[in-house]
């Protein structure tokens, strides 16, 4: 769906273009020489002014019609992806995070125009300098994953939160073990 928006965006820019060059090219053929005095050709460019520019309203109504669909769908294909889960204090990649990052993969290569955040995060303990560079450890370790799956580098971003936004306020291993985790974002 995004390729087929991305599409028509295309062509409605080139569609723009070519009008307004085509108006350009019109304008400048006309001589005031030869015209009843210069006011019709006045008339005649002020009208054509007005033309371009409810064709360009227009097309920035369709551009913005069918950019929102588009963001729309990749906001509904970010939301599919899954949060990952670490161990206390590490940045491997367990198992489980590696199966769900294989199915994460496969959502963002079928979409290769979506662009994500990989986003680190870690539990309350440790000082908050530790925590974010764990975090940073965790999406990249995250990030590189997805990349030898083959989801395209230019894809995705890496960012740590350390221990700043919590997914489970309270302590305890619960709460803690929900908090170690990276989690996908749309980047904007």
């Known amino acids: 769906m995004q390729k087929r928006a991305m599409t028509r965006l295309f062509i409605l820019l080139a569609l723009v273009a070519l009008l307004s060059t085509g108006c350009a090219k019109k304008a400048a053929q006309e001589d005031p020489q030869a015209t009843d005095g210069g006011q019709a050709v006045e008339e005649t460019q ?33 939301r599919k992806l899954s949060r990952i889960y670490f161990d206390f204090d590490q940045y491997v990649l367990t198992k489980a995070a590696q199966d769900t990052l294989y199915a994460n993969a496969q959502i963002l290569k079928a979409a290769p125009p979506l662009k994500i955040l990989v986003e680190g995060h870690c539990d309350e303990r440790g000082s908050d300098e530790y925590n974010l560079a764990l975090g940073e450890k965790r999406a990249i370790a995250t ?9 395209p580098a230019n894809q995705l971003g890496a960012i740590s939160y350390g221990e700043e936004v919590p997914l489970v306020v309270g302590d305890g291993e619960e709460a803690w073990s929900k908090n170690r985790r990276a989690e996908f974002t749309l980047q904007r």
Do not use: F
Request: glycine share 2%; proline share 2%.
């Open 143 to 151: 990030k590189n994953y997805l990349i030898s799956l083959g989801v």
């Open 46 to 78: 002020m009208q054509e002014q007005q033309v371009s520019a409810v064709e360009e309203q227009q097309v920035s109504d369709v551009v913005a019609s069918e950019t929102e669909p588009a963001m729309m769908e990749a906001e509904t294909l970010a």
